[in-house]
């Protein structure tokens, strides 16, 4: 197939304008006769749910949670961007758009991106509208802070719960939807296969997690928002119920699968502490703008952080980058904690850890101004380590943290399967290689709220969409292959816990599909992957609870998923043999180290394509277009 | 520093609920949990003994957890008597093992109440805060048309202590806590919250009502002013957000 963007043939500033004209239009009184099946009550699902049923559409939602309220996006901590210029500090609509382009190594469509600059002030609108508390200065109106390395200060934030302002404000939204009677909410349900009718999407296949019971959902379109897939890597800040399973099961039934290998390592985590470590907590970015980042010059220095005289540090990211300092992207704050650690400098216990040092900051401003600014952070780090932030530097190390690669959409956020939108994380749509901090709020929030209201409609307006019903075989066989798949996964009836080989496929990850990435170790991947696999479908033991609620058969299922992805993502990470953004491929760097991409030969969005059990994944290419910005090699010196 | 402490791992005994659904009878089950470090979280301890668990074929201890940092809401349960466990402003999933000593006998139990029937295990059913919320914890605008967000200033002031009430995780230990298992503080934490801020006027007197109202419905208790509820908050919600609520709903049915 032939992938098209079905970008409008306008000229970028004026593009959504117009598409929003051109589309067509669904009849008022005929909206509530679609049923709508939002996946997901994060910010994308529940912005997406909340307006298509305030539209009159008649909606059917669902999430994994016992309540929409608890989706992952409730953990994001730092913040969320608009090009609003309330600071009047030289931002707009095209640098935002710029920013963005370029942070994510110019491996993103133009006209996604402009577009979702445009919406960002809108967001900002409605969630003043909604009753979320952003921080104020005093004069009462909106403060903002700069933010992961913009040279403008466009984030908006919430104290350090920005995601959790937002996703209660869309939440809030979606409640009164379902006091409407036009939402209804499914929570505790998990889906787990798409269902197609006359090759559109149709209807979703769940398993309602308290009674085990598999349950048919038709509709006239299914609207996927169900995050990223962080976790393939076991450990990772991601929510522990975050996974791929949605995401799969629809690339599975045609939806192509694009850019797997782009996974952002985010520089601020508390490092791990031991193998019962069960998750990453993320240390909000924003503490680099007064932390500074250093490792001793020594190797093996294991004095106390303030024995260690100035002049035996090395303030890495100050000297190698002057002009953005601590504050350089993500990528490039990680890959160099990385390689400080990997010539044996790193600290604490294990080694994989650097500092992140506020005594200057503290001598500058007073402790109270920094306890204002981080206290809840210097708070949560002093609970899991047991140490005062206040008196001694902090110790970080990167963790995954975000997947820009996610189901292919078009323009109108369609993927390859009709019908099929994919919203938020689950797709990959504005972040390219990179993801800029406080940009996934922003885009979850523009694909739910402004984005999928106007070209669902599109969609709708123009298929023919006869009636369909959970009786009709095609939900019948959905559902007989998921029982089958579950009573396979219970009969197992081996050695090793869902979290073992979860844990084994993470390691596997990590090594050789992490921060850096060479022939040999993806090679090596893609050897150890499919032999874990093997061992999962032989030696699995799980709980053979069936009738009510089993969280390890729920576990095991989607750590069979994350071990088809993860293969996936080390092909991806193998073809892609140039260096962009959070894929770092040691073969392909400057003189000076850092990233090297190849416009000549990688200029384009990977989308993978599901051939069959037997056979290896299909890849095709759509090539991106930069009509309106000047490809440049990324330089943050 | 972390290299300097001595790597401790303890011994403890643990006395947890067991139900295995909702019409079922629970009990309290003895588990031992061995050579538990003290870096680890209460769940990564509960992760432990599953494992084992697990491992010699009986069924796993079941709880809800999922962002593990403190904000979803999604953990809770009743450690010795006390929801969330021993530590302050803590939610369970932060909660770490070195707030226990060797040779401890934990009691592990569902946050309870006749609002949140159990579900299995430690795992309950807190769908009744959602209904709350539906009857009335919103501010009715729909999707674009809105204002510009500077276009209204709010005095900081308030817009601080909006934000204190909306840090409420909707985690149930409020309920728990209470002798009288009242959702006063969670339901006025969201009224506080709406009532602070100039978008929240319109509807003001109306949410207050439809929430309390349905409150009630779900039977939930009265609130005595005990104060059990601020203690065990993990977000450290005022109990003066109650006292709001309760002039809220007198001007609204008054008037
Ligand atoms: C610790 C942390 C901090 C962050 N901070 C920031 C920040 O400051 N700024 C920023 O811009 N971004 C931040 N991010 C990234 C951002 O939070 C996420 O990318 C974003 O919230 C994802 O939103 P979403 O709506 O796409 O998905 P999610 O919020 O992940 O929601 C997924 C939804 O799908 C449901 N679901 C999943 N699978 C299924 C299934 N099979 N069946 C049914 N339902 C399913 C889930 O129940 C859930 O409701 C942060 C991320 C982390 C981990
Ligand atoms: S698991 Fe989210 S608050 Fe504890």
Same mark, same amino acid.
Request: charged share 25%; hydrophobic share 35%; with cysteine.
């Given at each position: ?15 959504w ?15 509530r006769?679609y ?5 997901g009550t ?5 912005s997406?749910?909340?307006?298509l ?24 901590q730092?913040?969320?961007n ?5 600071p009047?500090?030289g ?19 133009e006209?996604n ?6 919406i ?9 509208a ?15 802070r ?20 937002l ?7 979606l ?18 296969d798409?269902v ?9 296949t ?10 048919s959902h ?9 995050g ?19 995401a799969?099961?629809c690339?599975?039934k045609?939806?192509?699968f ?17 193998d019962h470590?069960?998750?990453?907590t ?10 500074r ?9 294991n004095?106390k952080?303030?024995?260690i005289p ?26 160099n904690?990385k ?5 044996g400098?790193?600290?604490?216990a294990?080694g994989l ?7 200057d900051?503290?001598?500058?401003l007073g402790?109270?101004?920094?306890k204002e ?11 899991i ?29 369609m993927?390859t ?15 390219g ?10 885009q ?11 070209t669902l ?7 023919d ?7 009709q ?5 959905s ?8 009573t ?15 844990r084994? @496929?993470g390691k596997?990850? /990590?090594?050789?599909v992490?921060?850096?990435r060479?022939?040999e170790g $993806?090679? *090596?991947a %893609? &050897?150890?992957?499919?032999? @874990?696999?093997e061992?999962? /479908? ?10 009510? $609620?089993? *969280?390890? %058969? &729920?576990?095991?299922?989607r750590?069979?998923d ?19 953004g ?17 416009d ?5 969005v990977?989308?993978?394509e599901?051939t ?20 440049s ?5 | 520093?972390?290299?300097?402490k ?9 006395l ?9 009878k ?14 680890m979280?209460?769940?990564e301890m ?10 010699s ?7 809800d957890?999922?962002?593990r940092?403190?904000i ?8 010795n ?9 803590t ?39 959602d ?19 500077n ?11 909006a934000?204190d009430a ?20 969670f ?5 506080s919250?709406l009532?602070l ?21 779900e039977?939930?208790g ?10 065990a908050c ?6 003066s ?14 008037s």
């Open positions: 197939m032939k992938l098209d963007s079905r970008e409008p043939n306008y000229p970028l500033s004026e593009m304008d117009k598409h929003r004209f051109d589309v067509k239009l669904v009849n008022p009184a005929n909206k006769k049923t709508i099946l939002v996946v994060g910010l994308a699902g529940a997406a749910g909340a307006s049923a305030a539209l009159g559409y008649n909606v059917k939602s669902f999430c994994i949670q016992d309540s929409a309220r608890r989706a992952h996006s409730i953990a994001a730092g913040g969320i608009a090009a609003k210029n309330y009047n500090d931002d707009n609509v095209w640098r935002l758009f710029y920013d963005t382009i370029k942070g994510g190594d110019f491996r993103s469509r006209s991106v402009y577009r979702l600059a445009q960002s002030t809108s967001i900002i609108d409605q969630c003043v909604q009753g979320v508390p952003f921080a104020r200065d005093y004069g009462g109106l909106l403060d903002n700069s933010f992961g390395g913009a040279q403008v200060s466009r984030t908006f934030y919430a104290r350090g719960q920005t995601g959790q302002q996703l209660l404000g869309a939440y809030s939204a409640m009164r939807q379902v006091n409407k009677g036009n939402v209804d909410l499914l929570t505790r349900r998990e889906m787990l798409l197609l009718i006359d090759g559109k999407a149709r209807g979703i769940v398993r309602n997690l308290v009674s085990g019971e598999i349950e038709a509709g006239d379109a299914v609207v996927l928002a169900t990223g897939y962080g976790n393939v890597f076991f450990l990772s800040t991601n929510a522990v119920n975050s996974n791929a399973t949605a799969w099961r690339y599975k045609g939806a192509y694009a850019n797997p290998c782009y996974t952002q390592i985010h520089p601020t985590c508390i490092p791990v502490s031991g470590q069960s998750k990453l993320l240390m909000s970015e924003s503490l680099r703008n007064d932390g980042v250093w490792v001793p010059k020594k190797k093996g220095d004095r952080p303030n024995q100035e002049d035996e540090r090395s303030y890495y990211l100050e000297e190698k980058y002057p002009s953005f300092g601590n504050l350089v992207p993500r990528d490039i704050a990680s890959r904690a390689e400080v650690c990997d010539e400098r790193g600290v604490g294990s850890a650097v500092y992140l040092d506020f005594a900051a503290i001598k500058r402790e109270t101004t920094i600014k981080y206290g809840n952070l210097f708070d949560m780090y002093e609970r380590k047991d140490e005062n932030p206040y008196k001694s530097a902090m110790t970080i190390y990167p963790a995954v943290h975000y997947t820009m690669g996610g189901l292919w959409v078009d323009y109108n956020l993927s399967i009709p019908g099929l939108h994919v919203l938020g994380e689950a797709n990959f749509s504005d972040h290689a990179n993801r800029l901090g406080a940009s996934a709020l922003m979850g929030l523009a694909d739910g709220y402004f984005v999928i209201p106007y409609g599109h969609y709708l307006a123009q298929t969409l006869p009636p369909v019903d959970i009786n075989s095609e939900f019948k066989e559902e007989d292959a998921v029982n089958k798949r579950i396979k996964l219970l009969s197992i009836n081996g050695n090793k816990t869902p979290r073992e080989i979860h084994e @496929l596997i990850m /990590w090594d050789y992490g921060m850096a060479n022939e $993806l090679k *090596k %893609l &050897e150890e992957i499919p032999k @874990l696999r061992e999962f /479908w032989n030696n699995l033991n799980i709980p053979t609870t069936v009738g009510d $609620l089993n *969280k390890n %058969l &729920e576990f095991a299922g750590v069979a994350f071990l088809e992805l993860g293969e996936l993502m080390a092909r991806d990470s193998l073809e892609r043999s140039e260096s962009c959070g894929h770092f491929r040691e073969e392909s760097r400057t003189d000076e180290g850092e990233a090297k991409r190849n000549d030969e990688f200029s384009y990977s989308a993978w599901y069959g059990e037997e056979s290896a994944a299909k890849l095709n290419k759509e090539e991106l277009v930069f009509n309106n910005v000047k490809l090699q990324r330089s943050y010196k | 520093m972390s290299e300097e001595t790597e401790k791992n303890i011994n403890l005994t643990l947890v609920w067991r139900q295995p659904n909702a019409e079922a629970g009990t309290m089950q003895t588990y031992a949990a061995e050579n538990i470090s003290t870096d979280s209460f769940l509960l992760d432990v003994v599953n494992e084992g668990l697990i491992k074929s009986a069924d796993p201890i079941e709880f957890s999922d962002c940092e403190g979803c809401g999604t953990c809770g349960v009743v450690i008597g006390q929801a969330h466990g021993p530590q302050r402003a939610t369970v999933c932060q909660l770490h093992m070195r707030n226990f000593k060797n040779g401890d006998k934990i009691y592990i139990e569902p946050l309870r109440s006749k609002a949140f029937p159990v579900v299995k295990d430690l795992v309950i059913d807190r769908s009744a805060f209904r709350i919320i539906t009857a009335g914890g919103f501010i009715s605008v729909n999707t674009g048309g809105t204002p510009d967000a276009s209204i200033p709010i005095p900081k002031a308030n817009s601080d202590m934000m909306a840090a409420c995780i909707g985690c149930g230990a409020c309920v728990a806590a209470c002798p009288n298992a009242s959702a006063s503080l339901t006025s934490a969201k009224i919250h009532a801020l100039p978008q929240g006027q319109v509807e003001r007197k109306q949410r207050a009502q439809s929430m309390v109202d349905q409150m009630d419905k039977g939930f009265d609130c005595s002013n005990v104060g059990e509820c601020e203690a993990p977000k450290e919600i005022s109990i957000n109650i006292a709001r609520m309760k002039r809220e709903y007198i001007k609204a049915v008054l």
